[in-house]
C-alpha cells in the first residue's frame, strides 16, 4: 500500500478511536485491534503528528501513582473525520472504475 494513503488512513482510524471519548495509548491500540495492528511507536508517531496538526489534545493526569496522557480530538480532528468520510466516496468511485474489467469479465 502506498505510505502516503496508509499514513492518512491511520491518522483518521486514530482520530475515529477517540471521537466519542478521550483515550489513551494503550486503550487506543487495544480498541482497534480487532480492526488492524498498530504498534506503540507507530501509535505514539501518529498522535504527536496529530497534536502538531491542532486535531487532538493531550492532558496529563495521574494513575495508580503514574501519569498517563489522555488525549481529546479537537474540531479540527472531528472537520478531518468529516472530510475522510466525503473523500471515501470519491476513493469507491475510483475503485469501481479501476476494477470494472474485472467484474466484466466474470
Known sequence: MDIQLKRGLLDVCVLASIKNEDSY????IKDMKPY???????????????EAANMLTVR????EGRLR????ITDEGL???REFKYDWEEILAIHQFITREDSENE
Not at 495509548?25 to 487506543?28: D, H, P, S
Not at 488492524?36 to 496529530?50: A, D, G, N, Q
Open 69 to 72: 496522557k489522555y488525549y481529546h
Open 36 to 50: 488492524l495492528e498498530l504498534s506503540e511507536s507507530t501509535l505514539y508517531t501518529i498522535l504527536k503528528r496529530l
Open 25 to 28: 495509548g494503550y486503550k487506543i
Open 60 to 63: 496529563s493526569i495521574e494513575h
Open 79 to 81: 472537520n478531518r473525520i
